[in-house]
């Protein structure tokens, strides 16, 4: 090998686009329940926020959210910085949301699915992934939901997975 190869371990240095450092930096002095708009980051950034930097601001909402501060696009106008409580209800919804959805077309595809052309490993495979969405479907309704949350007793609302799950084999 030659002294001009460099060296395996010497990895690239990731260094954050200046929008983006930018971006994160006006983001981070909104406060809590306060709307910054697009048309204020097109100001600071000197060119049309959603036509030019909208990129940026992502990996900037993704960054700030490693610390814990979250934040709602409001259509049309810019981002909402999200309370600790909106956090939690707006996180629930969009995974149960999305849960549902995800179950519903996964077994809509295995649904349409001929099990009988399948070799008994891939048959297996689709059973057991039936059996998990189905699953997700039982505890991702707001039923479920609403059965799990009358039955947290403490305070900081931890239920082990056990006892939700017993909690559900009663009704079978």
């Known amino acids: 090998m030659s002294d001009s190869t460099p060296d395996i371990d010497e990895r690239p240095q990731f260094q954050k686009h200046p929008d983006t450092s930018l971006i ?5 002095t909104v406060k809590v329940g306060e709307l910054i708009t697009y048309d204020q980051l097109s100001e600071q950034l000197g060119r049309d926020y959603r036509k030019f930097c909208l ?14 501060v979250y934040f709602l696009a409001v259509p049309n106008e810019g981002y909402r910085r999200l309370s600790e409580s909106e956090k939690i209800t707006i996180t629930g919804r969009s ?15 295995i649904g349409r699915t001929n099990l009988s052309e399948l070799d008994d490993a891939t048959r297996r495979e689709a059973l057991t992934t039936v059996s998990q ?23 900081n609302m931890t239920l082990a997975l056990g006892q939700t799950i017993a909690m559900f084999q009663s009704e079978s």
């Open 95 to 109: 995974r149960l949301r999305n849960a549902r959805s995800q179950t519903r077309k996964g077994l809509a595809v």
């Open 24 to 28: 994160e930096r006006l983001l981070r």
């Open 133 to 155: 969405l189905q699953a997700v479907q039982l505890f991702a309704s707001g039923k479920s939901a609403k059965k799990i949350e009358s039955k947290l007793q403490d305070s």
């Open 55 to 68: 990129s940026h601001g992502q990996s900037a909402r993704r960054s700030l959210e490693k610390a814990g």
